[in-house]
């Protein structure tokens, strides 16, 4: 199978065969009074496959990287790559895409659970226990099979993002909620959630490590937690409660949603917010 890819302006072609791709060099020949052979035209880029070769998106690697490499995505995710927050660690520009990664049936697509962001918050939106975001439990939107159910990455309208990025954005919603009507001040809020988000890093909720880091997950719990301020509102009412004496009134809290904007989750963290609520930089 051969894959026309087209790279800073000059198209390559790549060969998958038997579950390897490789950049297919065209040959020239060389008349014999010329001193050098042409030089090969190789891509600044980084291809990133299925394991079974299928080419998916390229990254452009930094300065002092190896400017070319094939590698899977399996391969990539554990080198803590990523092209979705280009304030965080690991940041590589996305460069090419696969252009039938939104065509249901095709080898692109099947390699991303696709999702719309109004799914996102349809998850996102429903109230639950803290405890349920662990691992496994019903709120861990990475492994819920109505989230990412275990796929490594997905596709939010038509871009991709790794799974246990996204997962972070119901998090950090629930949360927002728990301390904004708590706090009754949504920066307040926001800046709590992030903090929580940290010393929960690797989500393990009774024995837990931390992660102070500037990569990418402390950022969608930012982008959650963004998104969250823009679309709750907090509602306080009276109760009255009898009481043996008589009665009293009852304040009750609660945080209603209220649909509006998804910027925050459809665009990457500002400097003016990681400057606000990068709690992890500070």
Same mark, same amino acid.
């Given at each position: 199978? =051969?894959?026309?890819?087209?790279?800073?302006?000059?198209?390559?072609?790549?060969?998958?065969?038997?579950?390897?791709?490789?950049? @297919?060099?065209?040959?020239?020949?060389?008349?014999?009074? %010329?001193?050098?052979?042409?030089?090969?035209?190789?891509?600044?880029?980084?291809? &990133?496959?299925?394991?079974?070769?299928?080419?998916?998106?390229?990254?452009?690697?930094?300065?002092?990287?190896?400017?070319?490499?094939? &590698?899977? +995505? %399996?391969?990539?995710? #554990? =080198?803590?790559?990523?092209?979705?927050?280009?304030?965080?660690?690991?940041?590589?520009?996305?460069? $090419?895409?696969?252009?039938?990664?939104?065509?249901?049936?095709?080898?692109?697509?099947? +390699?991303?659970?696709?999702?719309? $962001?109004?799914?996102?918050?349809?998850?996102?939106?429903?109230?639950?226990?803290? &405890?349920?975001?662990?691992?496994g439990l019903p709120g861990d939107w990475k492994g819920n099979s109505d989230g990412g159910a275990g796929f490594l990455m997905v596709m939010v309208d038509k871009y991709p993002y790794w799974t246990d990025g996204v997962g972070q954005i119901p998090f950090a919603a629930d949360t927002f909620r728990k301390y904004f009507e708590e706090l009754r001040a949504k920066p307040a809020a926001i800046s709590k959630?992030?903090?929580?988000?940290?010393?929960?890093?690797?989500?393990?909720?009774? +024995?837990?490590?931390?992660?102070?880091?500037? =990569?990418?997950?402390?950022?969608?719990?930012?982008?959650?937690?963004?998104?969250?301020?823009?679309?709750?509102?907090?509602? &306080?009412?009276?109760?009255?409660?009898?009481?043996?004496?008589?009665?009293?009134?009852?304040?009750?809290?609660?945080?209603?949603? !209220?649909?509006? #904007?998804?910027?925050?989750? !459809?665009?990457?963290?500002?400097?003016?917010?990681?400057?606000?609520?990068?709690?992890? @930089?500070?």
């Open positions: 199978m =051969e894959t026309l890819i087209t790279l800073d302006g000059v198209t390559h072609t790549f060969v998958t065969k038997e579950g390897k791709t490789e950049l @297919k060099v065209q040959s020239e020949s060389t008349p014999s009074k %010329d001193k050098e052979p042409p030089k090969i035209k190789v891509p600044t880029a980084w291809l &990133i496959t299925r394991k079974n070769g299928f080419p998916l998106f390229a990254v452009r690697p930094t300065q002092g990287e190896k400017p070319f490499r094939i &590698i899977t +995505a %399996d391969k990539l995710y #554990s =080198e803590k790559i990523q092209w979705f927050e280009p304030l965080a660690d690991k940041y590589r520009e996305l460069i $090419w895409q696969h252009p039938d990664s939104s065509k249901p049936g095709s080898e692109a697509h099947s +390699a991303y659970k696709h999702f719309t $962001w109004k799914q996102i918050i349809d998850f996102a939106t429903i109230d639950r226990w803290s &405890i349920s975001f662990a691992k959630t992030v903090r929580t988000g940290m010393e929960y890093g690797d989500g393990n909720p009774f +024995a837990p490590s931390s992660d102070p880091s500037n =990569e990418y997950d402390n950022y969608m719990v930012l982008r959650g937690a963004l998104w969250a301020s823009e679309n709750f509102q907090l509602v &306080i009412t009276q109760k009255v409660v009898p009481t043996r004496g008589g009665a009293r009134t009852v304040e009750q809290v609660s945080s209603v949603f !209220q649909p509006g #904007s998804m910027q925050y989750l !459809q665009q990457s963290i500002s400097t003016e917010s990681l400057s606000k609520f990068g709690e992890w @930089k500070k």
